[in-house]
C-alpha cells in the first residue's frame, strides 16, 4: 500500500483522540499513512501526542510549532484538530501549500470561514475531508440502509430530542463561548449532518434559542469528576481550566426544520437541562418508523411496521438485503452486517474516527471520492446557524440557501468581524 506522510496539526484533547484512531486503523492493517509529525505551537500538547504515537504506532513523529515546519519533512497531508477557530486559516495554508487535509467539525467557525476553506480548494486538486463521525456508526450505516430499501417508505417527519448537561462544562470552556464555537455549533453540527443524511437537504428552519446558564461549572479543577470527558483524553486539560466561568454562547435549541422533500423535522438541542435527560430519535414514513439509539452506543434500532408490527432483533437485517458495511468498518466493528454491537465508548470513538481516517486515506489514493467533503461540512455549519439566526431574530424563517451564500449573518457578524472576515 502507498504511504501518505502525514502530521496531526492540533495536539490537544481532540488531537489525541485522532491519533488514537489512527493507531487503530494501524492495527487493523488499513492504515496507508506514515505519521510523521505533530504541530503544535504549545510544545507540551506536541511532546504528548509523540509520545503517545511512540507507544501506538512505534515511531516518534517529529514535534513542530507551525505548518512552515512541515515542509522540510516531505509532508503530503495534515489532520487539523485544532480549536474551531483556526480551521479556516490553517485549512487554507495547508490546501496552499499543496497538502491534503482533514478538517475537523465544525470545518469552519462560520459560514464565511467555511467558505473561504471552498474558495481556496476550488481547482486546487487536493482531497479536503470534514470530519465527521456520527453518520459512520453502523447503526446509523444501517438505518440509512433501511430507509433506501424503502422499509419505512418516504420519510415524513423526524424528532431529533437531546437533552442534559444542566450547568456543568461540556468537555472545555471554549465549547461554551461565541467567539470560539459555542456548544450549539460544535454538537450541532453532528446533528445536522445526520439530518441530512437521513432526510436530504435541508431548506429553511425556525428556531427559538436560548441562553439558560450564563455561568457554567468544572468540577474537574476541583479534583471531581467530570461530567464530560469523551473518550477519557480531556483530564488534564479540565484540570487545568477555571472551576467556574462565564457562557456568552446559546445552549439550548428548539427548531422546525423543512426539507426541500417537503419533510419536516423537530428538533431540540438543550445542554442546560436540569432532572431527567431526553434522547430520541425517530423517523416516520409512509409505511412505518424506525426509533434509532444514540449515536455511538451499539444500541439496537427499532422498526414499527403496520402500525405495530415491532422488529428489534437480527431479523432486521432480512428488511435492508444489499445492506454492507464497507472493509474498514467492518473490520474495525467485527462484521460486515452488524445490527447491534457491543463496545466500550472509548473503543467507539476511537474506531469510528480511524473510519474516518480510512475514508480520507482512500480519497488521497484516489480509490473513491470522500463521503463528507467541503460542501457538506459547510452545509451542515450553514444549517445550524440558520438555526442560530432565526432565534436571533425572534424565531423568523430562515432559508439554507440565503445563510450558505453569506446574505444572512446577523448572528454571525461579531464572529466574522474577530477573525477579520469583515473586510
Known sequence: MERIPLAIVGCGGMGHRHL????????????????????????????????????LLGKRPVVVGTLAELESLGVAAVDITTTPRY???LGVEAIERGWHAMIEKPVGLTVRASNRIRAAAKGASRVVSVAENYRRDPINRLAKA????????????????????????????????????????????HFADILEYFMGEVSSVYAQTRLHEPTRYNPAALGQESTSNPAGV?????????????????????????????AVAQYIEDHAAHGKGIWSRQIHGSKGSMDMPNDRSGNILKLTLNRKQTIDDASILDLAPDFRLDKATATLFGGERLWRYDLPFEQIDRKLIAVEYDDFGRGILGERPVEVDLEQGTRSVAVTYAM?????????????????????TSYQDSIDEGLGLKT
Open 20 to 55: 488514537f484512531g489512527l493507531a487503530e486503523l494501524h492495527r487493523a492493517g488499513l492504515s496507508p499513512f506514515d505519521l510523521v509529525a505533530g504541530c503544535d505551537p504549545v510544545t507540551d500538547n506536541a511532546n504528548s501526542l509523540a509520545v503517545q504515537a511512540e507507544q
Open 87 to 89: 480551521h479556516h486559516t
Open 146 to 189: 433501511l430507509i433506501d430499501a424503502g422499509v419505512i417508505g418516504p420519510p415524513r417527519f423526524m424528532i431529533h430530542q437531546s437533552s442534559g448537561g444542566g450547568n456543568q462544562m461540556v468537555i472545555s470552556v471554549w465549547r461554551h463561548q461565541k467567539d470560539q464555537s459555542g456548544i450549539l455549533l460544535d454538537v450541532g453540527v
Open 234 to 262: 480531556y483530564g488534564k486539560w479540565q484540570r487545568a481550566m477555571p472551576a467556574e466561568f462565564e457562557a456568552t454562547a446559546e445552549d439550548a435549541n428548539y427548531a422546525t426544520v423543512v426539507f426541500k422533500s417537503g
Open 388 to 408: 442560530l439566526e432565526s432565534g436571533a431574530a425572534g424565531g423568523q424563517p430562515v432559508d439554507i440557501d440565503d445563510v450558505l451564500a453569506e446574505r444572512i
